[in-house]
């Protein structure tokens, strides 16, 4: 292109300066092209986001044992089991076999410069991971590296030590090393999932990590809680709860024994967090109408978001906090909108089919995972914001709700009957492939919310 | 003493007469004495008529007296049942919408003109208006459903002339269905507003 404007200034030649900016022209465009790749080539090797993603082959080779004792061995095993279950878990990752492995770096080193590449690249295995571990006095050392076998290269190397109660903490702060690496972001490992369970009776709110491990129960109000919300910081929870006799916001601290109830007449529903802030925005009907407001922690009314007859629900911010997407009946029937907090100006997202609700806005902002009711079946759609397309993602198994994305996006994690005709949690990755069950609790699991990682 | 044997013939006919005299004399004292008796009887069971008549409209009395309780204690407890069904029509019957709506239909406004009258004629009382939804829909969307459809109540029942100080709303969406089915009709039994008497 750039040849092509120095041949048309040769024949010209009389206009300089707008063959100048010709030339600037096409080499901005020209730099349009060449740039993203450029820059992402850094790290993007993997666009967790693609539907078409075929998973990337990694060899988990045994850890080398310092001391070589037998409880250094036990917690090895432990730890690799741990780190093959959390990477198997992504929807990107594919840990290999070790039947087929050529090599043991556990005995022939596990640095760069004692690995050979070739008997990885050989058996297909595109990423690598060495492991060492020293256990003295209780302490566990773990170091663990991360290689690019075709590139002969080291992309993560770590070393984390702590008590061996921590050993999964450890391998997760790893795991969440080499998503950064792979997938320019921090992935889900160190996320936590809030519930509504009634395997105690009652409706509770409980959490667990994002494997489904790790079960906490939050609340023991005995009545109905319902729509927990974590905030950025995974410190607060805001939940809805009957404790009070009607349905009312509770925010509760979860490292300190603090928190206050957002209890206006009427109904106080579904509370979203404002990313990084400590305001929430939620459903009130004081009014005699239901509408959403943006609300301090102590339930005061900072604005009015929504002004329409009709519900106006469910809200949800984007991930810069400037709009938010919610449900709204204004039209007749319940449809997706999102409104500009700033501007105030409002588009309806969804046209198609008459019952559209519970929007979740994606963590890269393109994306709205929402529920559509057609026939009497209940399914999760996601629609790109700018070409208003809806996609979806579950279709004849149960009825499914709740969507709520994983802080990276690679995922969803929601509501389904599919399984005995009993809600319970799922996880799909965000192309709707892969279903499965998160959790094996008794009981009925609903609304689940995923937390950004900590 | 031919002689001395007529005088003792003639003595026993005598002394046999006077025996037969005697007889004759006592058994008329005898039939007297029966008189007495019959008399005495005849006195005893008039009065036995007597008592038994008086006991007999004691007992007549008493049993009108019983019948007029017995009729009173009906008349209060049908009274009472009546009382008890109204109320308790008042508080089962409920008034149902259709799927996603919160409009009140020809059959949900009469329905609520017998609450009304019934909310006038119990002037103390305090209810709740429980709004509910079918399970179709999100829990957070149904959870508004429930409020509109509880104030699309009240407001009718306002209209009609009941104190809104007596009415409070709560929506309950679709935690607490009627009937947990999954057919047509489970879901019209659970779209409904429920009231509920504090």
Redesign the interface.
Known sequence: MVSFTMNKRYCSGDMPNKIILHTLFYFMIGLLFFLPPLCARDYDYINVTNPFLKKTPLAVTDFKTFNGHEQEIEIGKTAIAILKEALDFTGYLKTMNPVAFLSNPAESGIQLGEINFRDWTGIGAELLITGGIIEAQGKITLKLRLFDTFNAKLLVGKIYTGPQSQVREMIHLFCSEISYQLTGKWGIFNSKIAFVSTVNGKKEIFSCDFDGQNIKQITTHKTISLSPSWSSDGKWLAYVSYAKGKPDIFIKNLEENRGSIIDHKGMNISPDWMPGQQKLAAALSFSGDQEIYLLTIKGEIIKRITNSLGIDVSPDFSPDGKKIVFSSKRSGTPQIYIKDLESESLIRATFKGNHNTSPAWSPDGRKIAYVGIENNSIDIFVMNIDTGIPVQLTMNEGDNEDPSWSPDGSMLVFTSTRDGNVPRIFVMNASGSEPRRLLQLKGKQTQPDWSLPK | MKNRVWINLVMAILVAGLFLTVSCAKKTIVSDATTIEDQEKAKLEADAIAKAAADAKTEADRIAQQNLEDQMAREKAQKDAQILAAKKRFQYEDIYFEY?SSELNDESKTGLIEKAAWLKGNNSTIISIEGHCDE??????N???G??RA?TVKSYLVNLGVSASRLK????GE?MPKDPG?TESAYKSNRRAHFAID
């Not at chain 2, 179709?136 to 969307?141: D, L």
């Not at chain 2, 709303?169 to 309950?172: D, G, L, Q, V």
């Open positions: 996603d179709r829909g999100t829990t957070e969307y959870l508004a459903l409020d509109r104030n709303t709560i929506s309950y935690e999954k």
